[in-house]
């Protein structure tokens, strides 16, 4: 029950630092803010701080960050006293640079989340380096000239050239191009012996009836190492941000082409229970505090998805309307607030409708079992 509750926190957390990243970027513009909530449902304690309400809701899922005339209109919390805010401190009146970096920093910040969980992270566990691990004889891999101890510094498919710094960066680019691979496109490498010469090379792979899929014949080492300084630790923090962001980015294309099915989409009770049994296991194989860094691994992804989902260009998400004030940046005119207002009301209705179906399998997810 403590990991439970420990996750739910962990998955609120990351929602509200986004919301905080709103938060602190309008107050440093002097937009007013009226209304921070952590949490969503009923009010648990609410207090109130100059111009500002401040409110802990029931449910630990998500937040909010109400801005003065967000939508163009006066916004007030349910039975509250009307507030008298500075003239010209609403967010509608604002510049459209700013108000573009109101919004952006609320992912912003969850890359940032991302970026310092992670320094934490590799600090103690270090960074799988894409080591070769084995090249099964006769082998594609074999014979192309790929070798235990190689280091992999670049693959590429069909022009499309990948640089690689982890053992993780060769899983997303095999998963990224899977359908090129089986075509039987050829993969060029570049990697960097043992003795420290460069190699470079190019293999095909081959159809495996064992294991139904196509195989090169070779695996990479996922066992991490520490970093060899501190710029090492930064740029690999760095790094690890990226590739989460690709990872989804990949993910939501697996989605559309229909090589992720439905069943691949939770909502957050699956999210907790993943990030549960995640813990769990850790804990059983390491103890404490290999749980404590599961976690944190698992905060790491969740914080950059979270971040990349929202810069989608979909209307109610932070892209959708950061793509708009591009718009009026470009143009010169800022679109009428009736239309942006019918944009996004559209836009929040389609993903409500999506939060319901997503939650809905989940409740069927949770009462039939996995």
């Known amino acids: 029950m403590l990991r439970v509750i420990i996750s739910i926190l962990a998955l609120g957390f990351i929602v509200i630092f986004h919301e905080l990243g709103h938060f602190l970027t309008a107050k440093a513009f002097g937009i007013s803010v009226v209304e921070f909530t952590v949490g969503l449902g009923p009010v648990l304690v609410s207090k109130k701080h100059g111009s500002t309400r401040y409110s802990l809701r029931a449910l630990p899922f998500g937040g909010a960050c109400v801005m003065y005339q967000e939508s163009g209109e006066d916004e007030e919390t349910e039975g509250e006293e009307k507030t008298e805010f500075p003239e010209g401190s609403g967010f509608q009146n604002q510049p459209a640079w700013k108000r573009f970096l109101v919004i952006f920093a609320g ?14 992270f590799i600090f103690n566990v270090g960074y799988d ?26 693959l590429e498919v ?10 993780g960066d060769i899983q997303l680019f095999f998963l990224a191009n899977q359908s090129l691979v089986d075509a039987g496109k050829p993969v060029r490498f570049k ?35 520490p970093c060899d300084n501190v710029w090492d630790l930064m740029s690999m923090s760095v790094h690890q941000v990226k590739y989460t962001i690709q990872l989804t980015v990949e993910s939501i294309r697996m989605l559309i082409r229909g090589d992720l099915g439905a069943e691949s989409i939770g909502g957050p009770v699956q999210i907790v229970a993943v990030m549960d049994e995640s813990v769990e296991a850790a804990r059983e194989q390491g103890g404490n505090e290999a749980a404590a860094l599961t976690l944190l691994e698992l905060a790491i ?24 004030l591009l718009v009026e940046m470009i143009t010169r005119k800022k679109l009428p607030q009736k239309l942006e207002a019918a944009i996004n009301f559209a836009g ?23």
Request: hydrophobic share 50%; glycine share 10%.
């Open 107 to 120: 992912p912003f910040f969850n890359f940032l989340l991302a970026f310092l969980l992670a320094v934490v």
């Open 129 to 154: 380096r894409p080591v070769i691990a084995d090249v099964t004889e006769g082998s594609p891999a074999w014979e192309a000239g790929l070798r235990a101890g190689d280091r992999v510094r670049s």
């Open 301 to 324: 992804l969740l914080s950059g998805s979270m971040g990349a989902m929202n810069l989608l260009p979909l209307p109610a998400l932070d892209g959708g309307r950061l793509l708009l």
């Open 158 to 167: 069909s022009g499309m050239r990948s640089g690689i710094r982890t053992g």
């Open 191 to 225: 990697v960097i012996a043992s003795d420290g010469a460069e190699k470079n090379g190019e293999m095909t792979s081959v159809y495996n009836e064992e294991y139904k899929k196509s195989l090169f014949g070779f695996s990479y080492s996922r066992l991490a190492e």
């Open 348 to 370: 929040l209705m389609i993903l409500l409708a999506l939060m319901v179906l997503v939650m809905f399998k989940d409740i069927i997810w949770l009462v039939l079992g996995k």
